[in-house]
């Protein structure tokens, strides 16, 4: 008897300081550091509202705003400003809202910089269908892994003879390599069953080729997810048609980027897809793809749903799962009420309405404390 | 005219490896012959008559695989019933060889005819790399350098968006399709893409044609110019100088990831499309997906002196092959379409609406439009509203 008590007041202990380790670990990690680039146009108040959301949702998150703009570093080449990148060499975690680029200012496109400093060669999309915002397909749910680097927009084009232009598409086995074996850990790490690589090999049949002997390679080694292969035109064929067929998608640069969009299209547009970069060295950035929409910058009218889902894959991305959970509840929720909705979904509630609200479910579901 | 034949010299002396070294007669006679006579048919302006024997005409048929040859068969079928003064020339080829003979006797056989119909010809891609796609093969060695499809919704196939009614102009020959990779590096392998703007601005003008003679409104180019500026740079370009030619006609561009978002969203806002070749691929499969599916699309691929008709979005099917189950719908429509450009209008409307009529008694769907019925109900149904309409007195 007094065996067993002492038994139980030992594990009671045991458990009393495995928590307050793991408590003390938290504050110890405590917040974590993300930098922040709001962006132009809606950028700045869509990221405002994503501040205050993750502010009410408490969450252990401390951010470091900086601004990206194309500057001329030594040596003539156009880079991000230093303290960007240095930031982000340290946080390794980035939320980024949509950026400009000016047409003829002679430097490439902001977003074209952001990828060759990090070497962000994965694009990550899920497309879920959100409750609330009616499209003609429902039960959307499916991942889009698109090698971001190489393929057709390696912009290596010449003009071999007046009149006639050739493109290079590189495909290279490091990259596609790369590509798959993301993609498989990516579906082992969010439960996801199967992985389907999207290609052209019967018309291509080097390059797509090689990028297939790859995934099947790395297939190899993940044998609990399920591998199969399917031509780009069936792809967008079914997906029109049936979209609930597939899981997680892998494609070469250019398929991923009309397939992404496909998807995006699928579930409402760029307005509501979230987004992420996933670079070497461990560095992840994840934004928003819509435009600045310079026609209502300013005017408390942008939806900020973009942004938060790419904020609450983040967090998912940072292992911060109840978190994320409750926003993205919060969020759809918000949606499928219908009474607190921005212009685009279909409402006319200020982006600061949409925002408070949001903010409101957050702290109820935390019960109030 | 002047002008076309000084596109078509050009674009002979620059692609010297194109089939066409073989040279025909009748494509130099046809160019002057065809002139005299009213062609209302847009793909007639250079296309020499059809070969007609007595009274019929000999079309090369070529099975392919999967699919391919029972509804072939059926089309047959179909033809022998209605009378149709078809007679089919039969060339197979088989995927599973490594040489070329098998598709030089196919193109010969089409060079002698003029029309084909065709299913899918597989392409095995554990060959060595050298052997090219078959289908690839013949669209280039015959110069078909326009695929045009059509696609609209029809009433008797419940699909999520309705009233779309766009026509697909994809070119046909270059682009992506090249099929000239190498590895440079052990690792690194790179595929050329090729734009001309020869052929670019063949299709536009092509796409413009058509527009105009089937009174539509509005063309939109689909292009990826904001990535690679030179390539689809240069098609935008073509397309542009074309459109100025044609005042009556709205030219809008779009990048072809924001294409393919609104054509999931908003298909309804779209007219006629002119791209090339890869995106071609990917738009021509989505709006076949958005009316209802690969069985209920035809597809023609025109060019200068031949064209061969075939399903839109040419599948194989291996794995409803021989299982009585697959849609017989796109064959036989493209089998229509087949008939009008050899000028026999009477067939191709009685067959083509004893189907569409089919399609809209909703219990005789096959399994890919969600229904029960097999392809055979689906003929002998057609056959019965044939032999309803009366038998047709072939003309002589």
């Given amino acids: 008897m007094a065996g067993s008590l002492w038994r139980s007041t030992l594990s009671q202990v045991v458990g009393w300081v495995r928590r307050s380790s793991i408590q003390s670990s938290v504050s110890r990690r405590g917040m974590q550091t993300v930098t922040l680039i709001p962006g132009d146009g809606i950028g700045p108040e869509i990221s405002a509202a994503v501040i205050k959301i993750f502010e009410a949702a408490k969450v252990p998150v401390k951010w470091e705003e900086r601004n990206v703009t194309a500057i001329k570093g030594p040596g003539g080449r156009w880079m991000i400003p230093p303290d960007a990148k240095e930031s982000m060499d340290r946080s390794k975690i980035g939320l980024k809202g949509p950026l400009k680029t000016p047409i003829a200012a002679g430097h490439p496109s902001m977003n074209l910089l952001l990828r060759k400093t990090f070497d962000l060669y994965a694009n990550v999309r899920p497309c879920i269908s959100i409750e609330g915002y009616k499209t003609p397909y429902t039960d959307v749910d499916l991942v889009t892994i698109r090698e971001n680097t190489e393929g057709e927009y390696s912009g290596i084009e010449h003009v071999i003879v007046d009149g006639v232009v050739q493109s290079i598409k590189l495909i290279t086995e490091k990259a596609s390599k790369r590509i798959a074996e993301y993609a498989f850990e990516y579906a082992r790490n969010n439960q996801r069953n199967s992985v389907t690589a999207v290609h052209k090999a019967n018309i291509m049949r080097m390059s797509d080729g090689l990028f297939l002997r790859k995934c099947r390679e790395v297939a190899e080694n993940f044998k609990d997810i399920k591998f199969t292969e399917m031509y780009l035109d069936t792809v967008c064929l079914n997906m029109v048609q049936d979209p609930t067929q597939f899981d997680v998608l892998v494609m070469p640069n250019l398929y991923g980027d009309i397939l992404s969009d496909l998807c995006a299209g699928l579930i409402g547009g760029l307005g509501v897809t979230p987004s992420g970069n996933i670079g070497a060295n461990g560095v992840a950035i994840f934004e928003s793809v819509h435009g600045t929409a310079p026609d209502i910058a300013g005017l408390d009218l942008a939806n900020p749903t973009a942004l938060l889902l790419s904020a609450v894959m983040m967090l998912r991305h940072m292992g911060l799962h109840p978190h994320a959970d409750k926003i993205q509840t919060a969020c759809f929720d918000t949606i499928r009420d219908k009474k607190f909705l921005t212009k685009d979904l279909g409402g006319n509630a200020k982006c600061s309405e949409f925002t408070s609200e949001i903010c409101r479910r957050v702290q109820d579901l935390d019960g109030g404390h | ?396």
């Fill in chain 2, 1 to 396: 005219m002047a002008s076309h034949s000084a596109v078509l010299s050009m674009s002979r002396l620059l692609s010297p490896f194109r089939g066409g070294l073989l040279g025909n007669p009748t494509k130099v006679f046809g160019t002057t012959l065809t002139s005299h006579r009213n062609k209302t048919l847009l793909t007639g302006d250079n296309i020499p008559p059809p070969a007609k024997y007595g009274g019929r005409h000999t079309v090369t048929l070529i099975p392919g695989d999967g699919i391919g040859p029972e509804l072939l068969n059926h089309v047959r079928e179909v033809f022998r019933f209605s009378c149709v003064p078809v007679d089919f020339e039969v060339v197979h080829v088989n995927s599973a060889l490594e040489t070329d003979s098998d598709m030089d006797n196919a193109i010969t056989a089409i060079r002698r005819n003029g029309v084909a119909l065709k299913g899918n010809i597989e392409t095995k891609h554990t060959l060595p790399p050298s052997v090219k796609s078959r289908n690839n093969v013949l669209r280039t060695s015959l110069d078909l350098y326009a695929n045009v499809m059509h696609c609209q919704s029809l009433p008797g196939v419940q699909t999520r968006h309705k009233n779309i009614d766009i026509i697909i102009i994809r070119e046909n020959t270059e682009g992506e399709y090249s099929s000239l990779e190498h590895e440079s590096v052990s690792g690194v392998v790179e595929c050329l893409k090729i734009i001309t703007r020869n052929n670019s601005l063949r299709i536009a003008d092509y796409a413009f044609r058509l527009a105009r003679e089937k009174g539509r409104r509005r063309v939109t180019a689909v292009h990826k110019a904001n990535i690679m500026k030179l390539g689809d740079g240069l098609f935008l370009q073509c397309c542009r100088e074309v459109a100025s030619g044609y005042p009556e006609i709205t030219f809008d561009s779009m990048i072809v990831d924001n294409t393919t978002m609104q054509l999931v969203s908003k298909p309804q806002q779209f007219d006629v499309m002119v791209m090339p070749n890869l995106y071609g691929n990917v738009v021509s499969n989505v709006c076949a997906g958005l009316v209802g599916g690969p069985g209920l699309v035809p597809g023609a691929n025109y060019g200068q002196a031949y064209a061969v008709f075939e399903t839109a979005t040419r599948n194989t099917g291996k794995s409803i092959a021989d299982k009585n189950i697959a849609n017989p719908t796109a064959m036989l429509l493209a089998s229509c379409m087949m008939l009008d450009h050899l000028q026999l209008y009477d067939y191709a409307s009685l067959i083509r609406n004893a189907v569409l009529t089919t399609m809209n008694e909703t219990r005789l769907h096959t399994a890919d439009l969600g229904g029960q019925g097999t392809t055979s109900e689906v003929v002998q149904s057609i056959m019965r509203i044939i032999q309803s309409k009366g038998q047709l007195i072939s003309e002589f």
